[in-house]
């Protein structure tokens, strides 16, 4: 299938953020010299919890830094922030033409060096004899970090008393992501002695594994994704608790083995380009850990969140979920559909569906949740949740998670939707603000899967639309008593808006 087009501004990309650069020089420029090295031959490690017999493999790792971060920060000046990745499997064998593939997402490795992290890539092809390998895959993740952290405390080290062994964060492709999981999880179980701040993950595999709890994550995934192709990472994501800021970058046309500096699958259908694919996960996954790992809030985050700033032009989505939130309806109990969580009612008026479902449990449905289904076919129709009169100023947006669900009555292949929300305070004031609007494009069309055997599923995973509780202007925002879902909005070009069928989930005052 063609993939749409995007119709966002691309608004002031900071090149800095999307691009490396190993020869530039670090007074003139923003990026500094990236240096390599090579963790010495003959360390090993022996697994505390062999799953399959395999006890002590090699320790295999490379070392990313460089000279001067981007703000002309040397490294023998202060403390810098630890990236530890993983990578997948890809060829368990020796002779199958990609040796030593923990150093195929150098692309990465150097650009988060060149803005002053200190990145270790581990070797992982020391378990592809195993069938899984994914709780041996965090035990290297957390051998990687005790290893720096040894490489901090000794004088002897290069890395002495230049690694900031507070400030952690790790990252996983594929397998690799899900060993990345295996880590997040494995240290908290141990009382989190290692300071990891921010888990990254790509395609990850969900293998024998639980959600990451006490967490923030940030996860990509392709929707042409042909190894992994029933999405099983966000079967991960969906369910992780809400305690920590949690986003999903749901890119349309991107493969698996492209977000590598020159990996392919034979079999794998290749939609956009491998530097697109490079693009989305230098730039999100800098900005994220620049605010989760570092503190800082250099890049504006939240407007990559809302598409005020693109990281790349081709097409995405993005779930966010905030950890500073009021739920008005997160679609439980199932079975209560006309009821809350503030304990109101949810009134229907002329939908030709309303109810709740396991989100998780449908056709082409890919998460883990329960949320509502609503379909409609006038003008007319809206969804109506009144609320006790809700204090909302503490609050910068009102947000929900839809997604249009593929083949049902009203829906049309490769079309948007502009769904209206209301807000109406206690004093019977109201505004509606559409969220089609100079950040979003509206409700995108689920993308048409594809991968090895053929043409795949819609997979129908939401996104994110956060909408400004400033725009909606007379309202009272000390004494919310309604939110409602308008489908008045006209058809118009790609828009078909008097007719649909969608899920919503987590509707919610955020910050």
């Known amino acids: 299938m063609r993939l749409r087009s995007t119709h966002f501004l691309l608004v002031l990309i900071i090149s800095v953020i999307l691009t490396s650069c190993n020869t530039c020089n670090p007074r003139s420029g923003s990026i500094g010299y990236i240096r390599t090295w090579d ?15 395999l006890n002590t493999v090699d320790f295999i790792a490379r070392v990313f830094y460089s000279t001067f971060d981007t703000i002309n920060k040397p490294l023998t000046d202060g403390l810098h922030p630890l990236v530890i990745f993983g990578h997948g499997r890809f060829g368990p064998y020796p002779g199958s033409g990609y040796p030593n593939n923990y150093l195929h997402a150098s692309y990465l490795m150097n650009q988060l060096a060149s803005w002053g992290y200190v990145c270790v890539t581990v070797n992982f092809d020391v378990v592809n004899s195993l069938n899984n390998g994914l709780s041996e895959r965090g035990e290297l993740f957390l051998k990687a970090i005790d290893y720096m952290v040894a490489q901090n405390s000794d004088p002897n080290s290069k890395f002495y008393q230049k690694i900031d062994v507070n400030r952690i964060g790790i990252i996983g492709h594929s397998r690799g992501g899900g060993g990345a999981v295996s880590a997040v ?20 595999t969900n293998v024998d594994i639980q959600p990451v709890t006490d967490m923030p994550q940030l996860m990509i995934y392709g929707t042409w994704d042909g190894d992994l192709s029933s999405a099983p990472g966000y079967k991960l994501w969906d369910p992780a608790p809400r ?32 530097a697109n694919h490079q693009n989305i996960a230098k730039g999100f996954i800098n900005a994220f850990f620049d605010q989760q790992v570092r503190g800082y809030n250099r890049y504006s985050w939240p407007d990559y969140l809302t598409y005020l700033r693109k990281v790349d032009t081709v097409e995405y989505y993005v779930q966010y979920m905030n950890e500073n939130k009021l739920i008005v309806d997160d679609g439980g109990v199932l079975g209560t559909p006309n009821v809350n969580n503030l304990g109101g009612t949810n009134t229907p008026v002329s939908l030709t569906l ?10 082409n449905q890919y998460g883990n949740t329960n949320g509502l289904r609503v379909s409609w076919n006038a003008s007319t129709d809206a969804l109506q949740m009144n609320i006790p009169a809700t204090n909302a100023s503490a609050y910068d947006y009102i947000s929900f998670r839809a997604a249009q669900r593929h083949g049902e009555a009203g829906n049309t292949v490769n079309t948007f939707k502009n769904i209206k929300v209301r807000l109406t305070d206690n004093a019977g004031h109201t505004f509606t603000l559409p969220i089609t609007n100079s950040t979003y494009k509206g409700l995108q069309y689920p993308d048409q899967a594809v991968y090895p055997g053929g043409p795949g599923g819609y997979k129908n995973i939401p996104s994110t639309f956060r909408i400004k509780l400033s725009g909606f202007t007379g309202v009272n925002l000390n004494s919310i008593v309604q939110v409602a879902f308008l489908f008045d909005a006209p058809n118009s070009g790609d828009y078909v808006n008097n007719t649909g069928a969608i899920t919503v989930d987590d509707v919610e005052f955020t910050k």
Do not use: C, M
């Not at 999880?185 to 990850?204: C, D, E, F, H, M």
């Open 39 to 53: 963790v010495p031959a003959g360390e090993t490690y022996t697994f505390q919890e062999p799953t399959e017999g």
């Open 354 to 363: 309303f109810d709740d479902s396991n989100l998780g449990a449908g056709a």
């Open 185 to 204: 999880n494995r240290n908290v179980a141990q009382g989190s002695p290692r300071k990891i701040k921010a888990l990254a993950t790509i395609s990850p």
């Open 243 to 274: 305690n920590k800021t949690k986003v999903y970058v749901e890119v349309y046309g991107a493969n698996h083995f492209f977000f590598s500096d020159d990996l392919i699958y034979d079999h794998e259908t290749n939609g956009i380009l491998r």
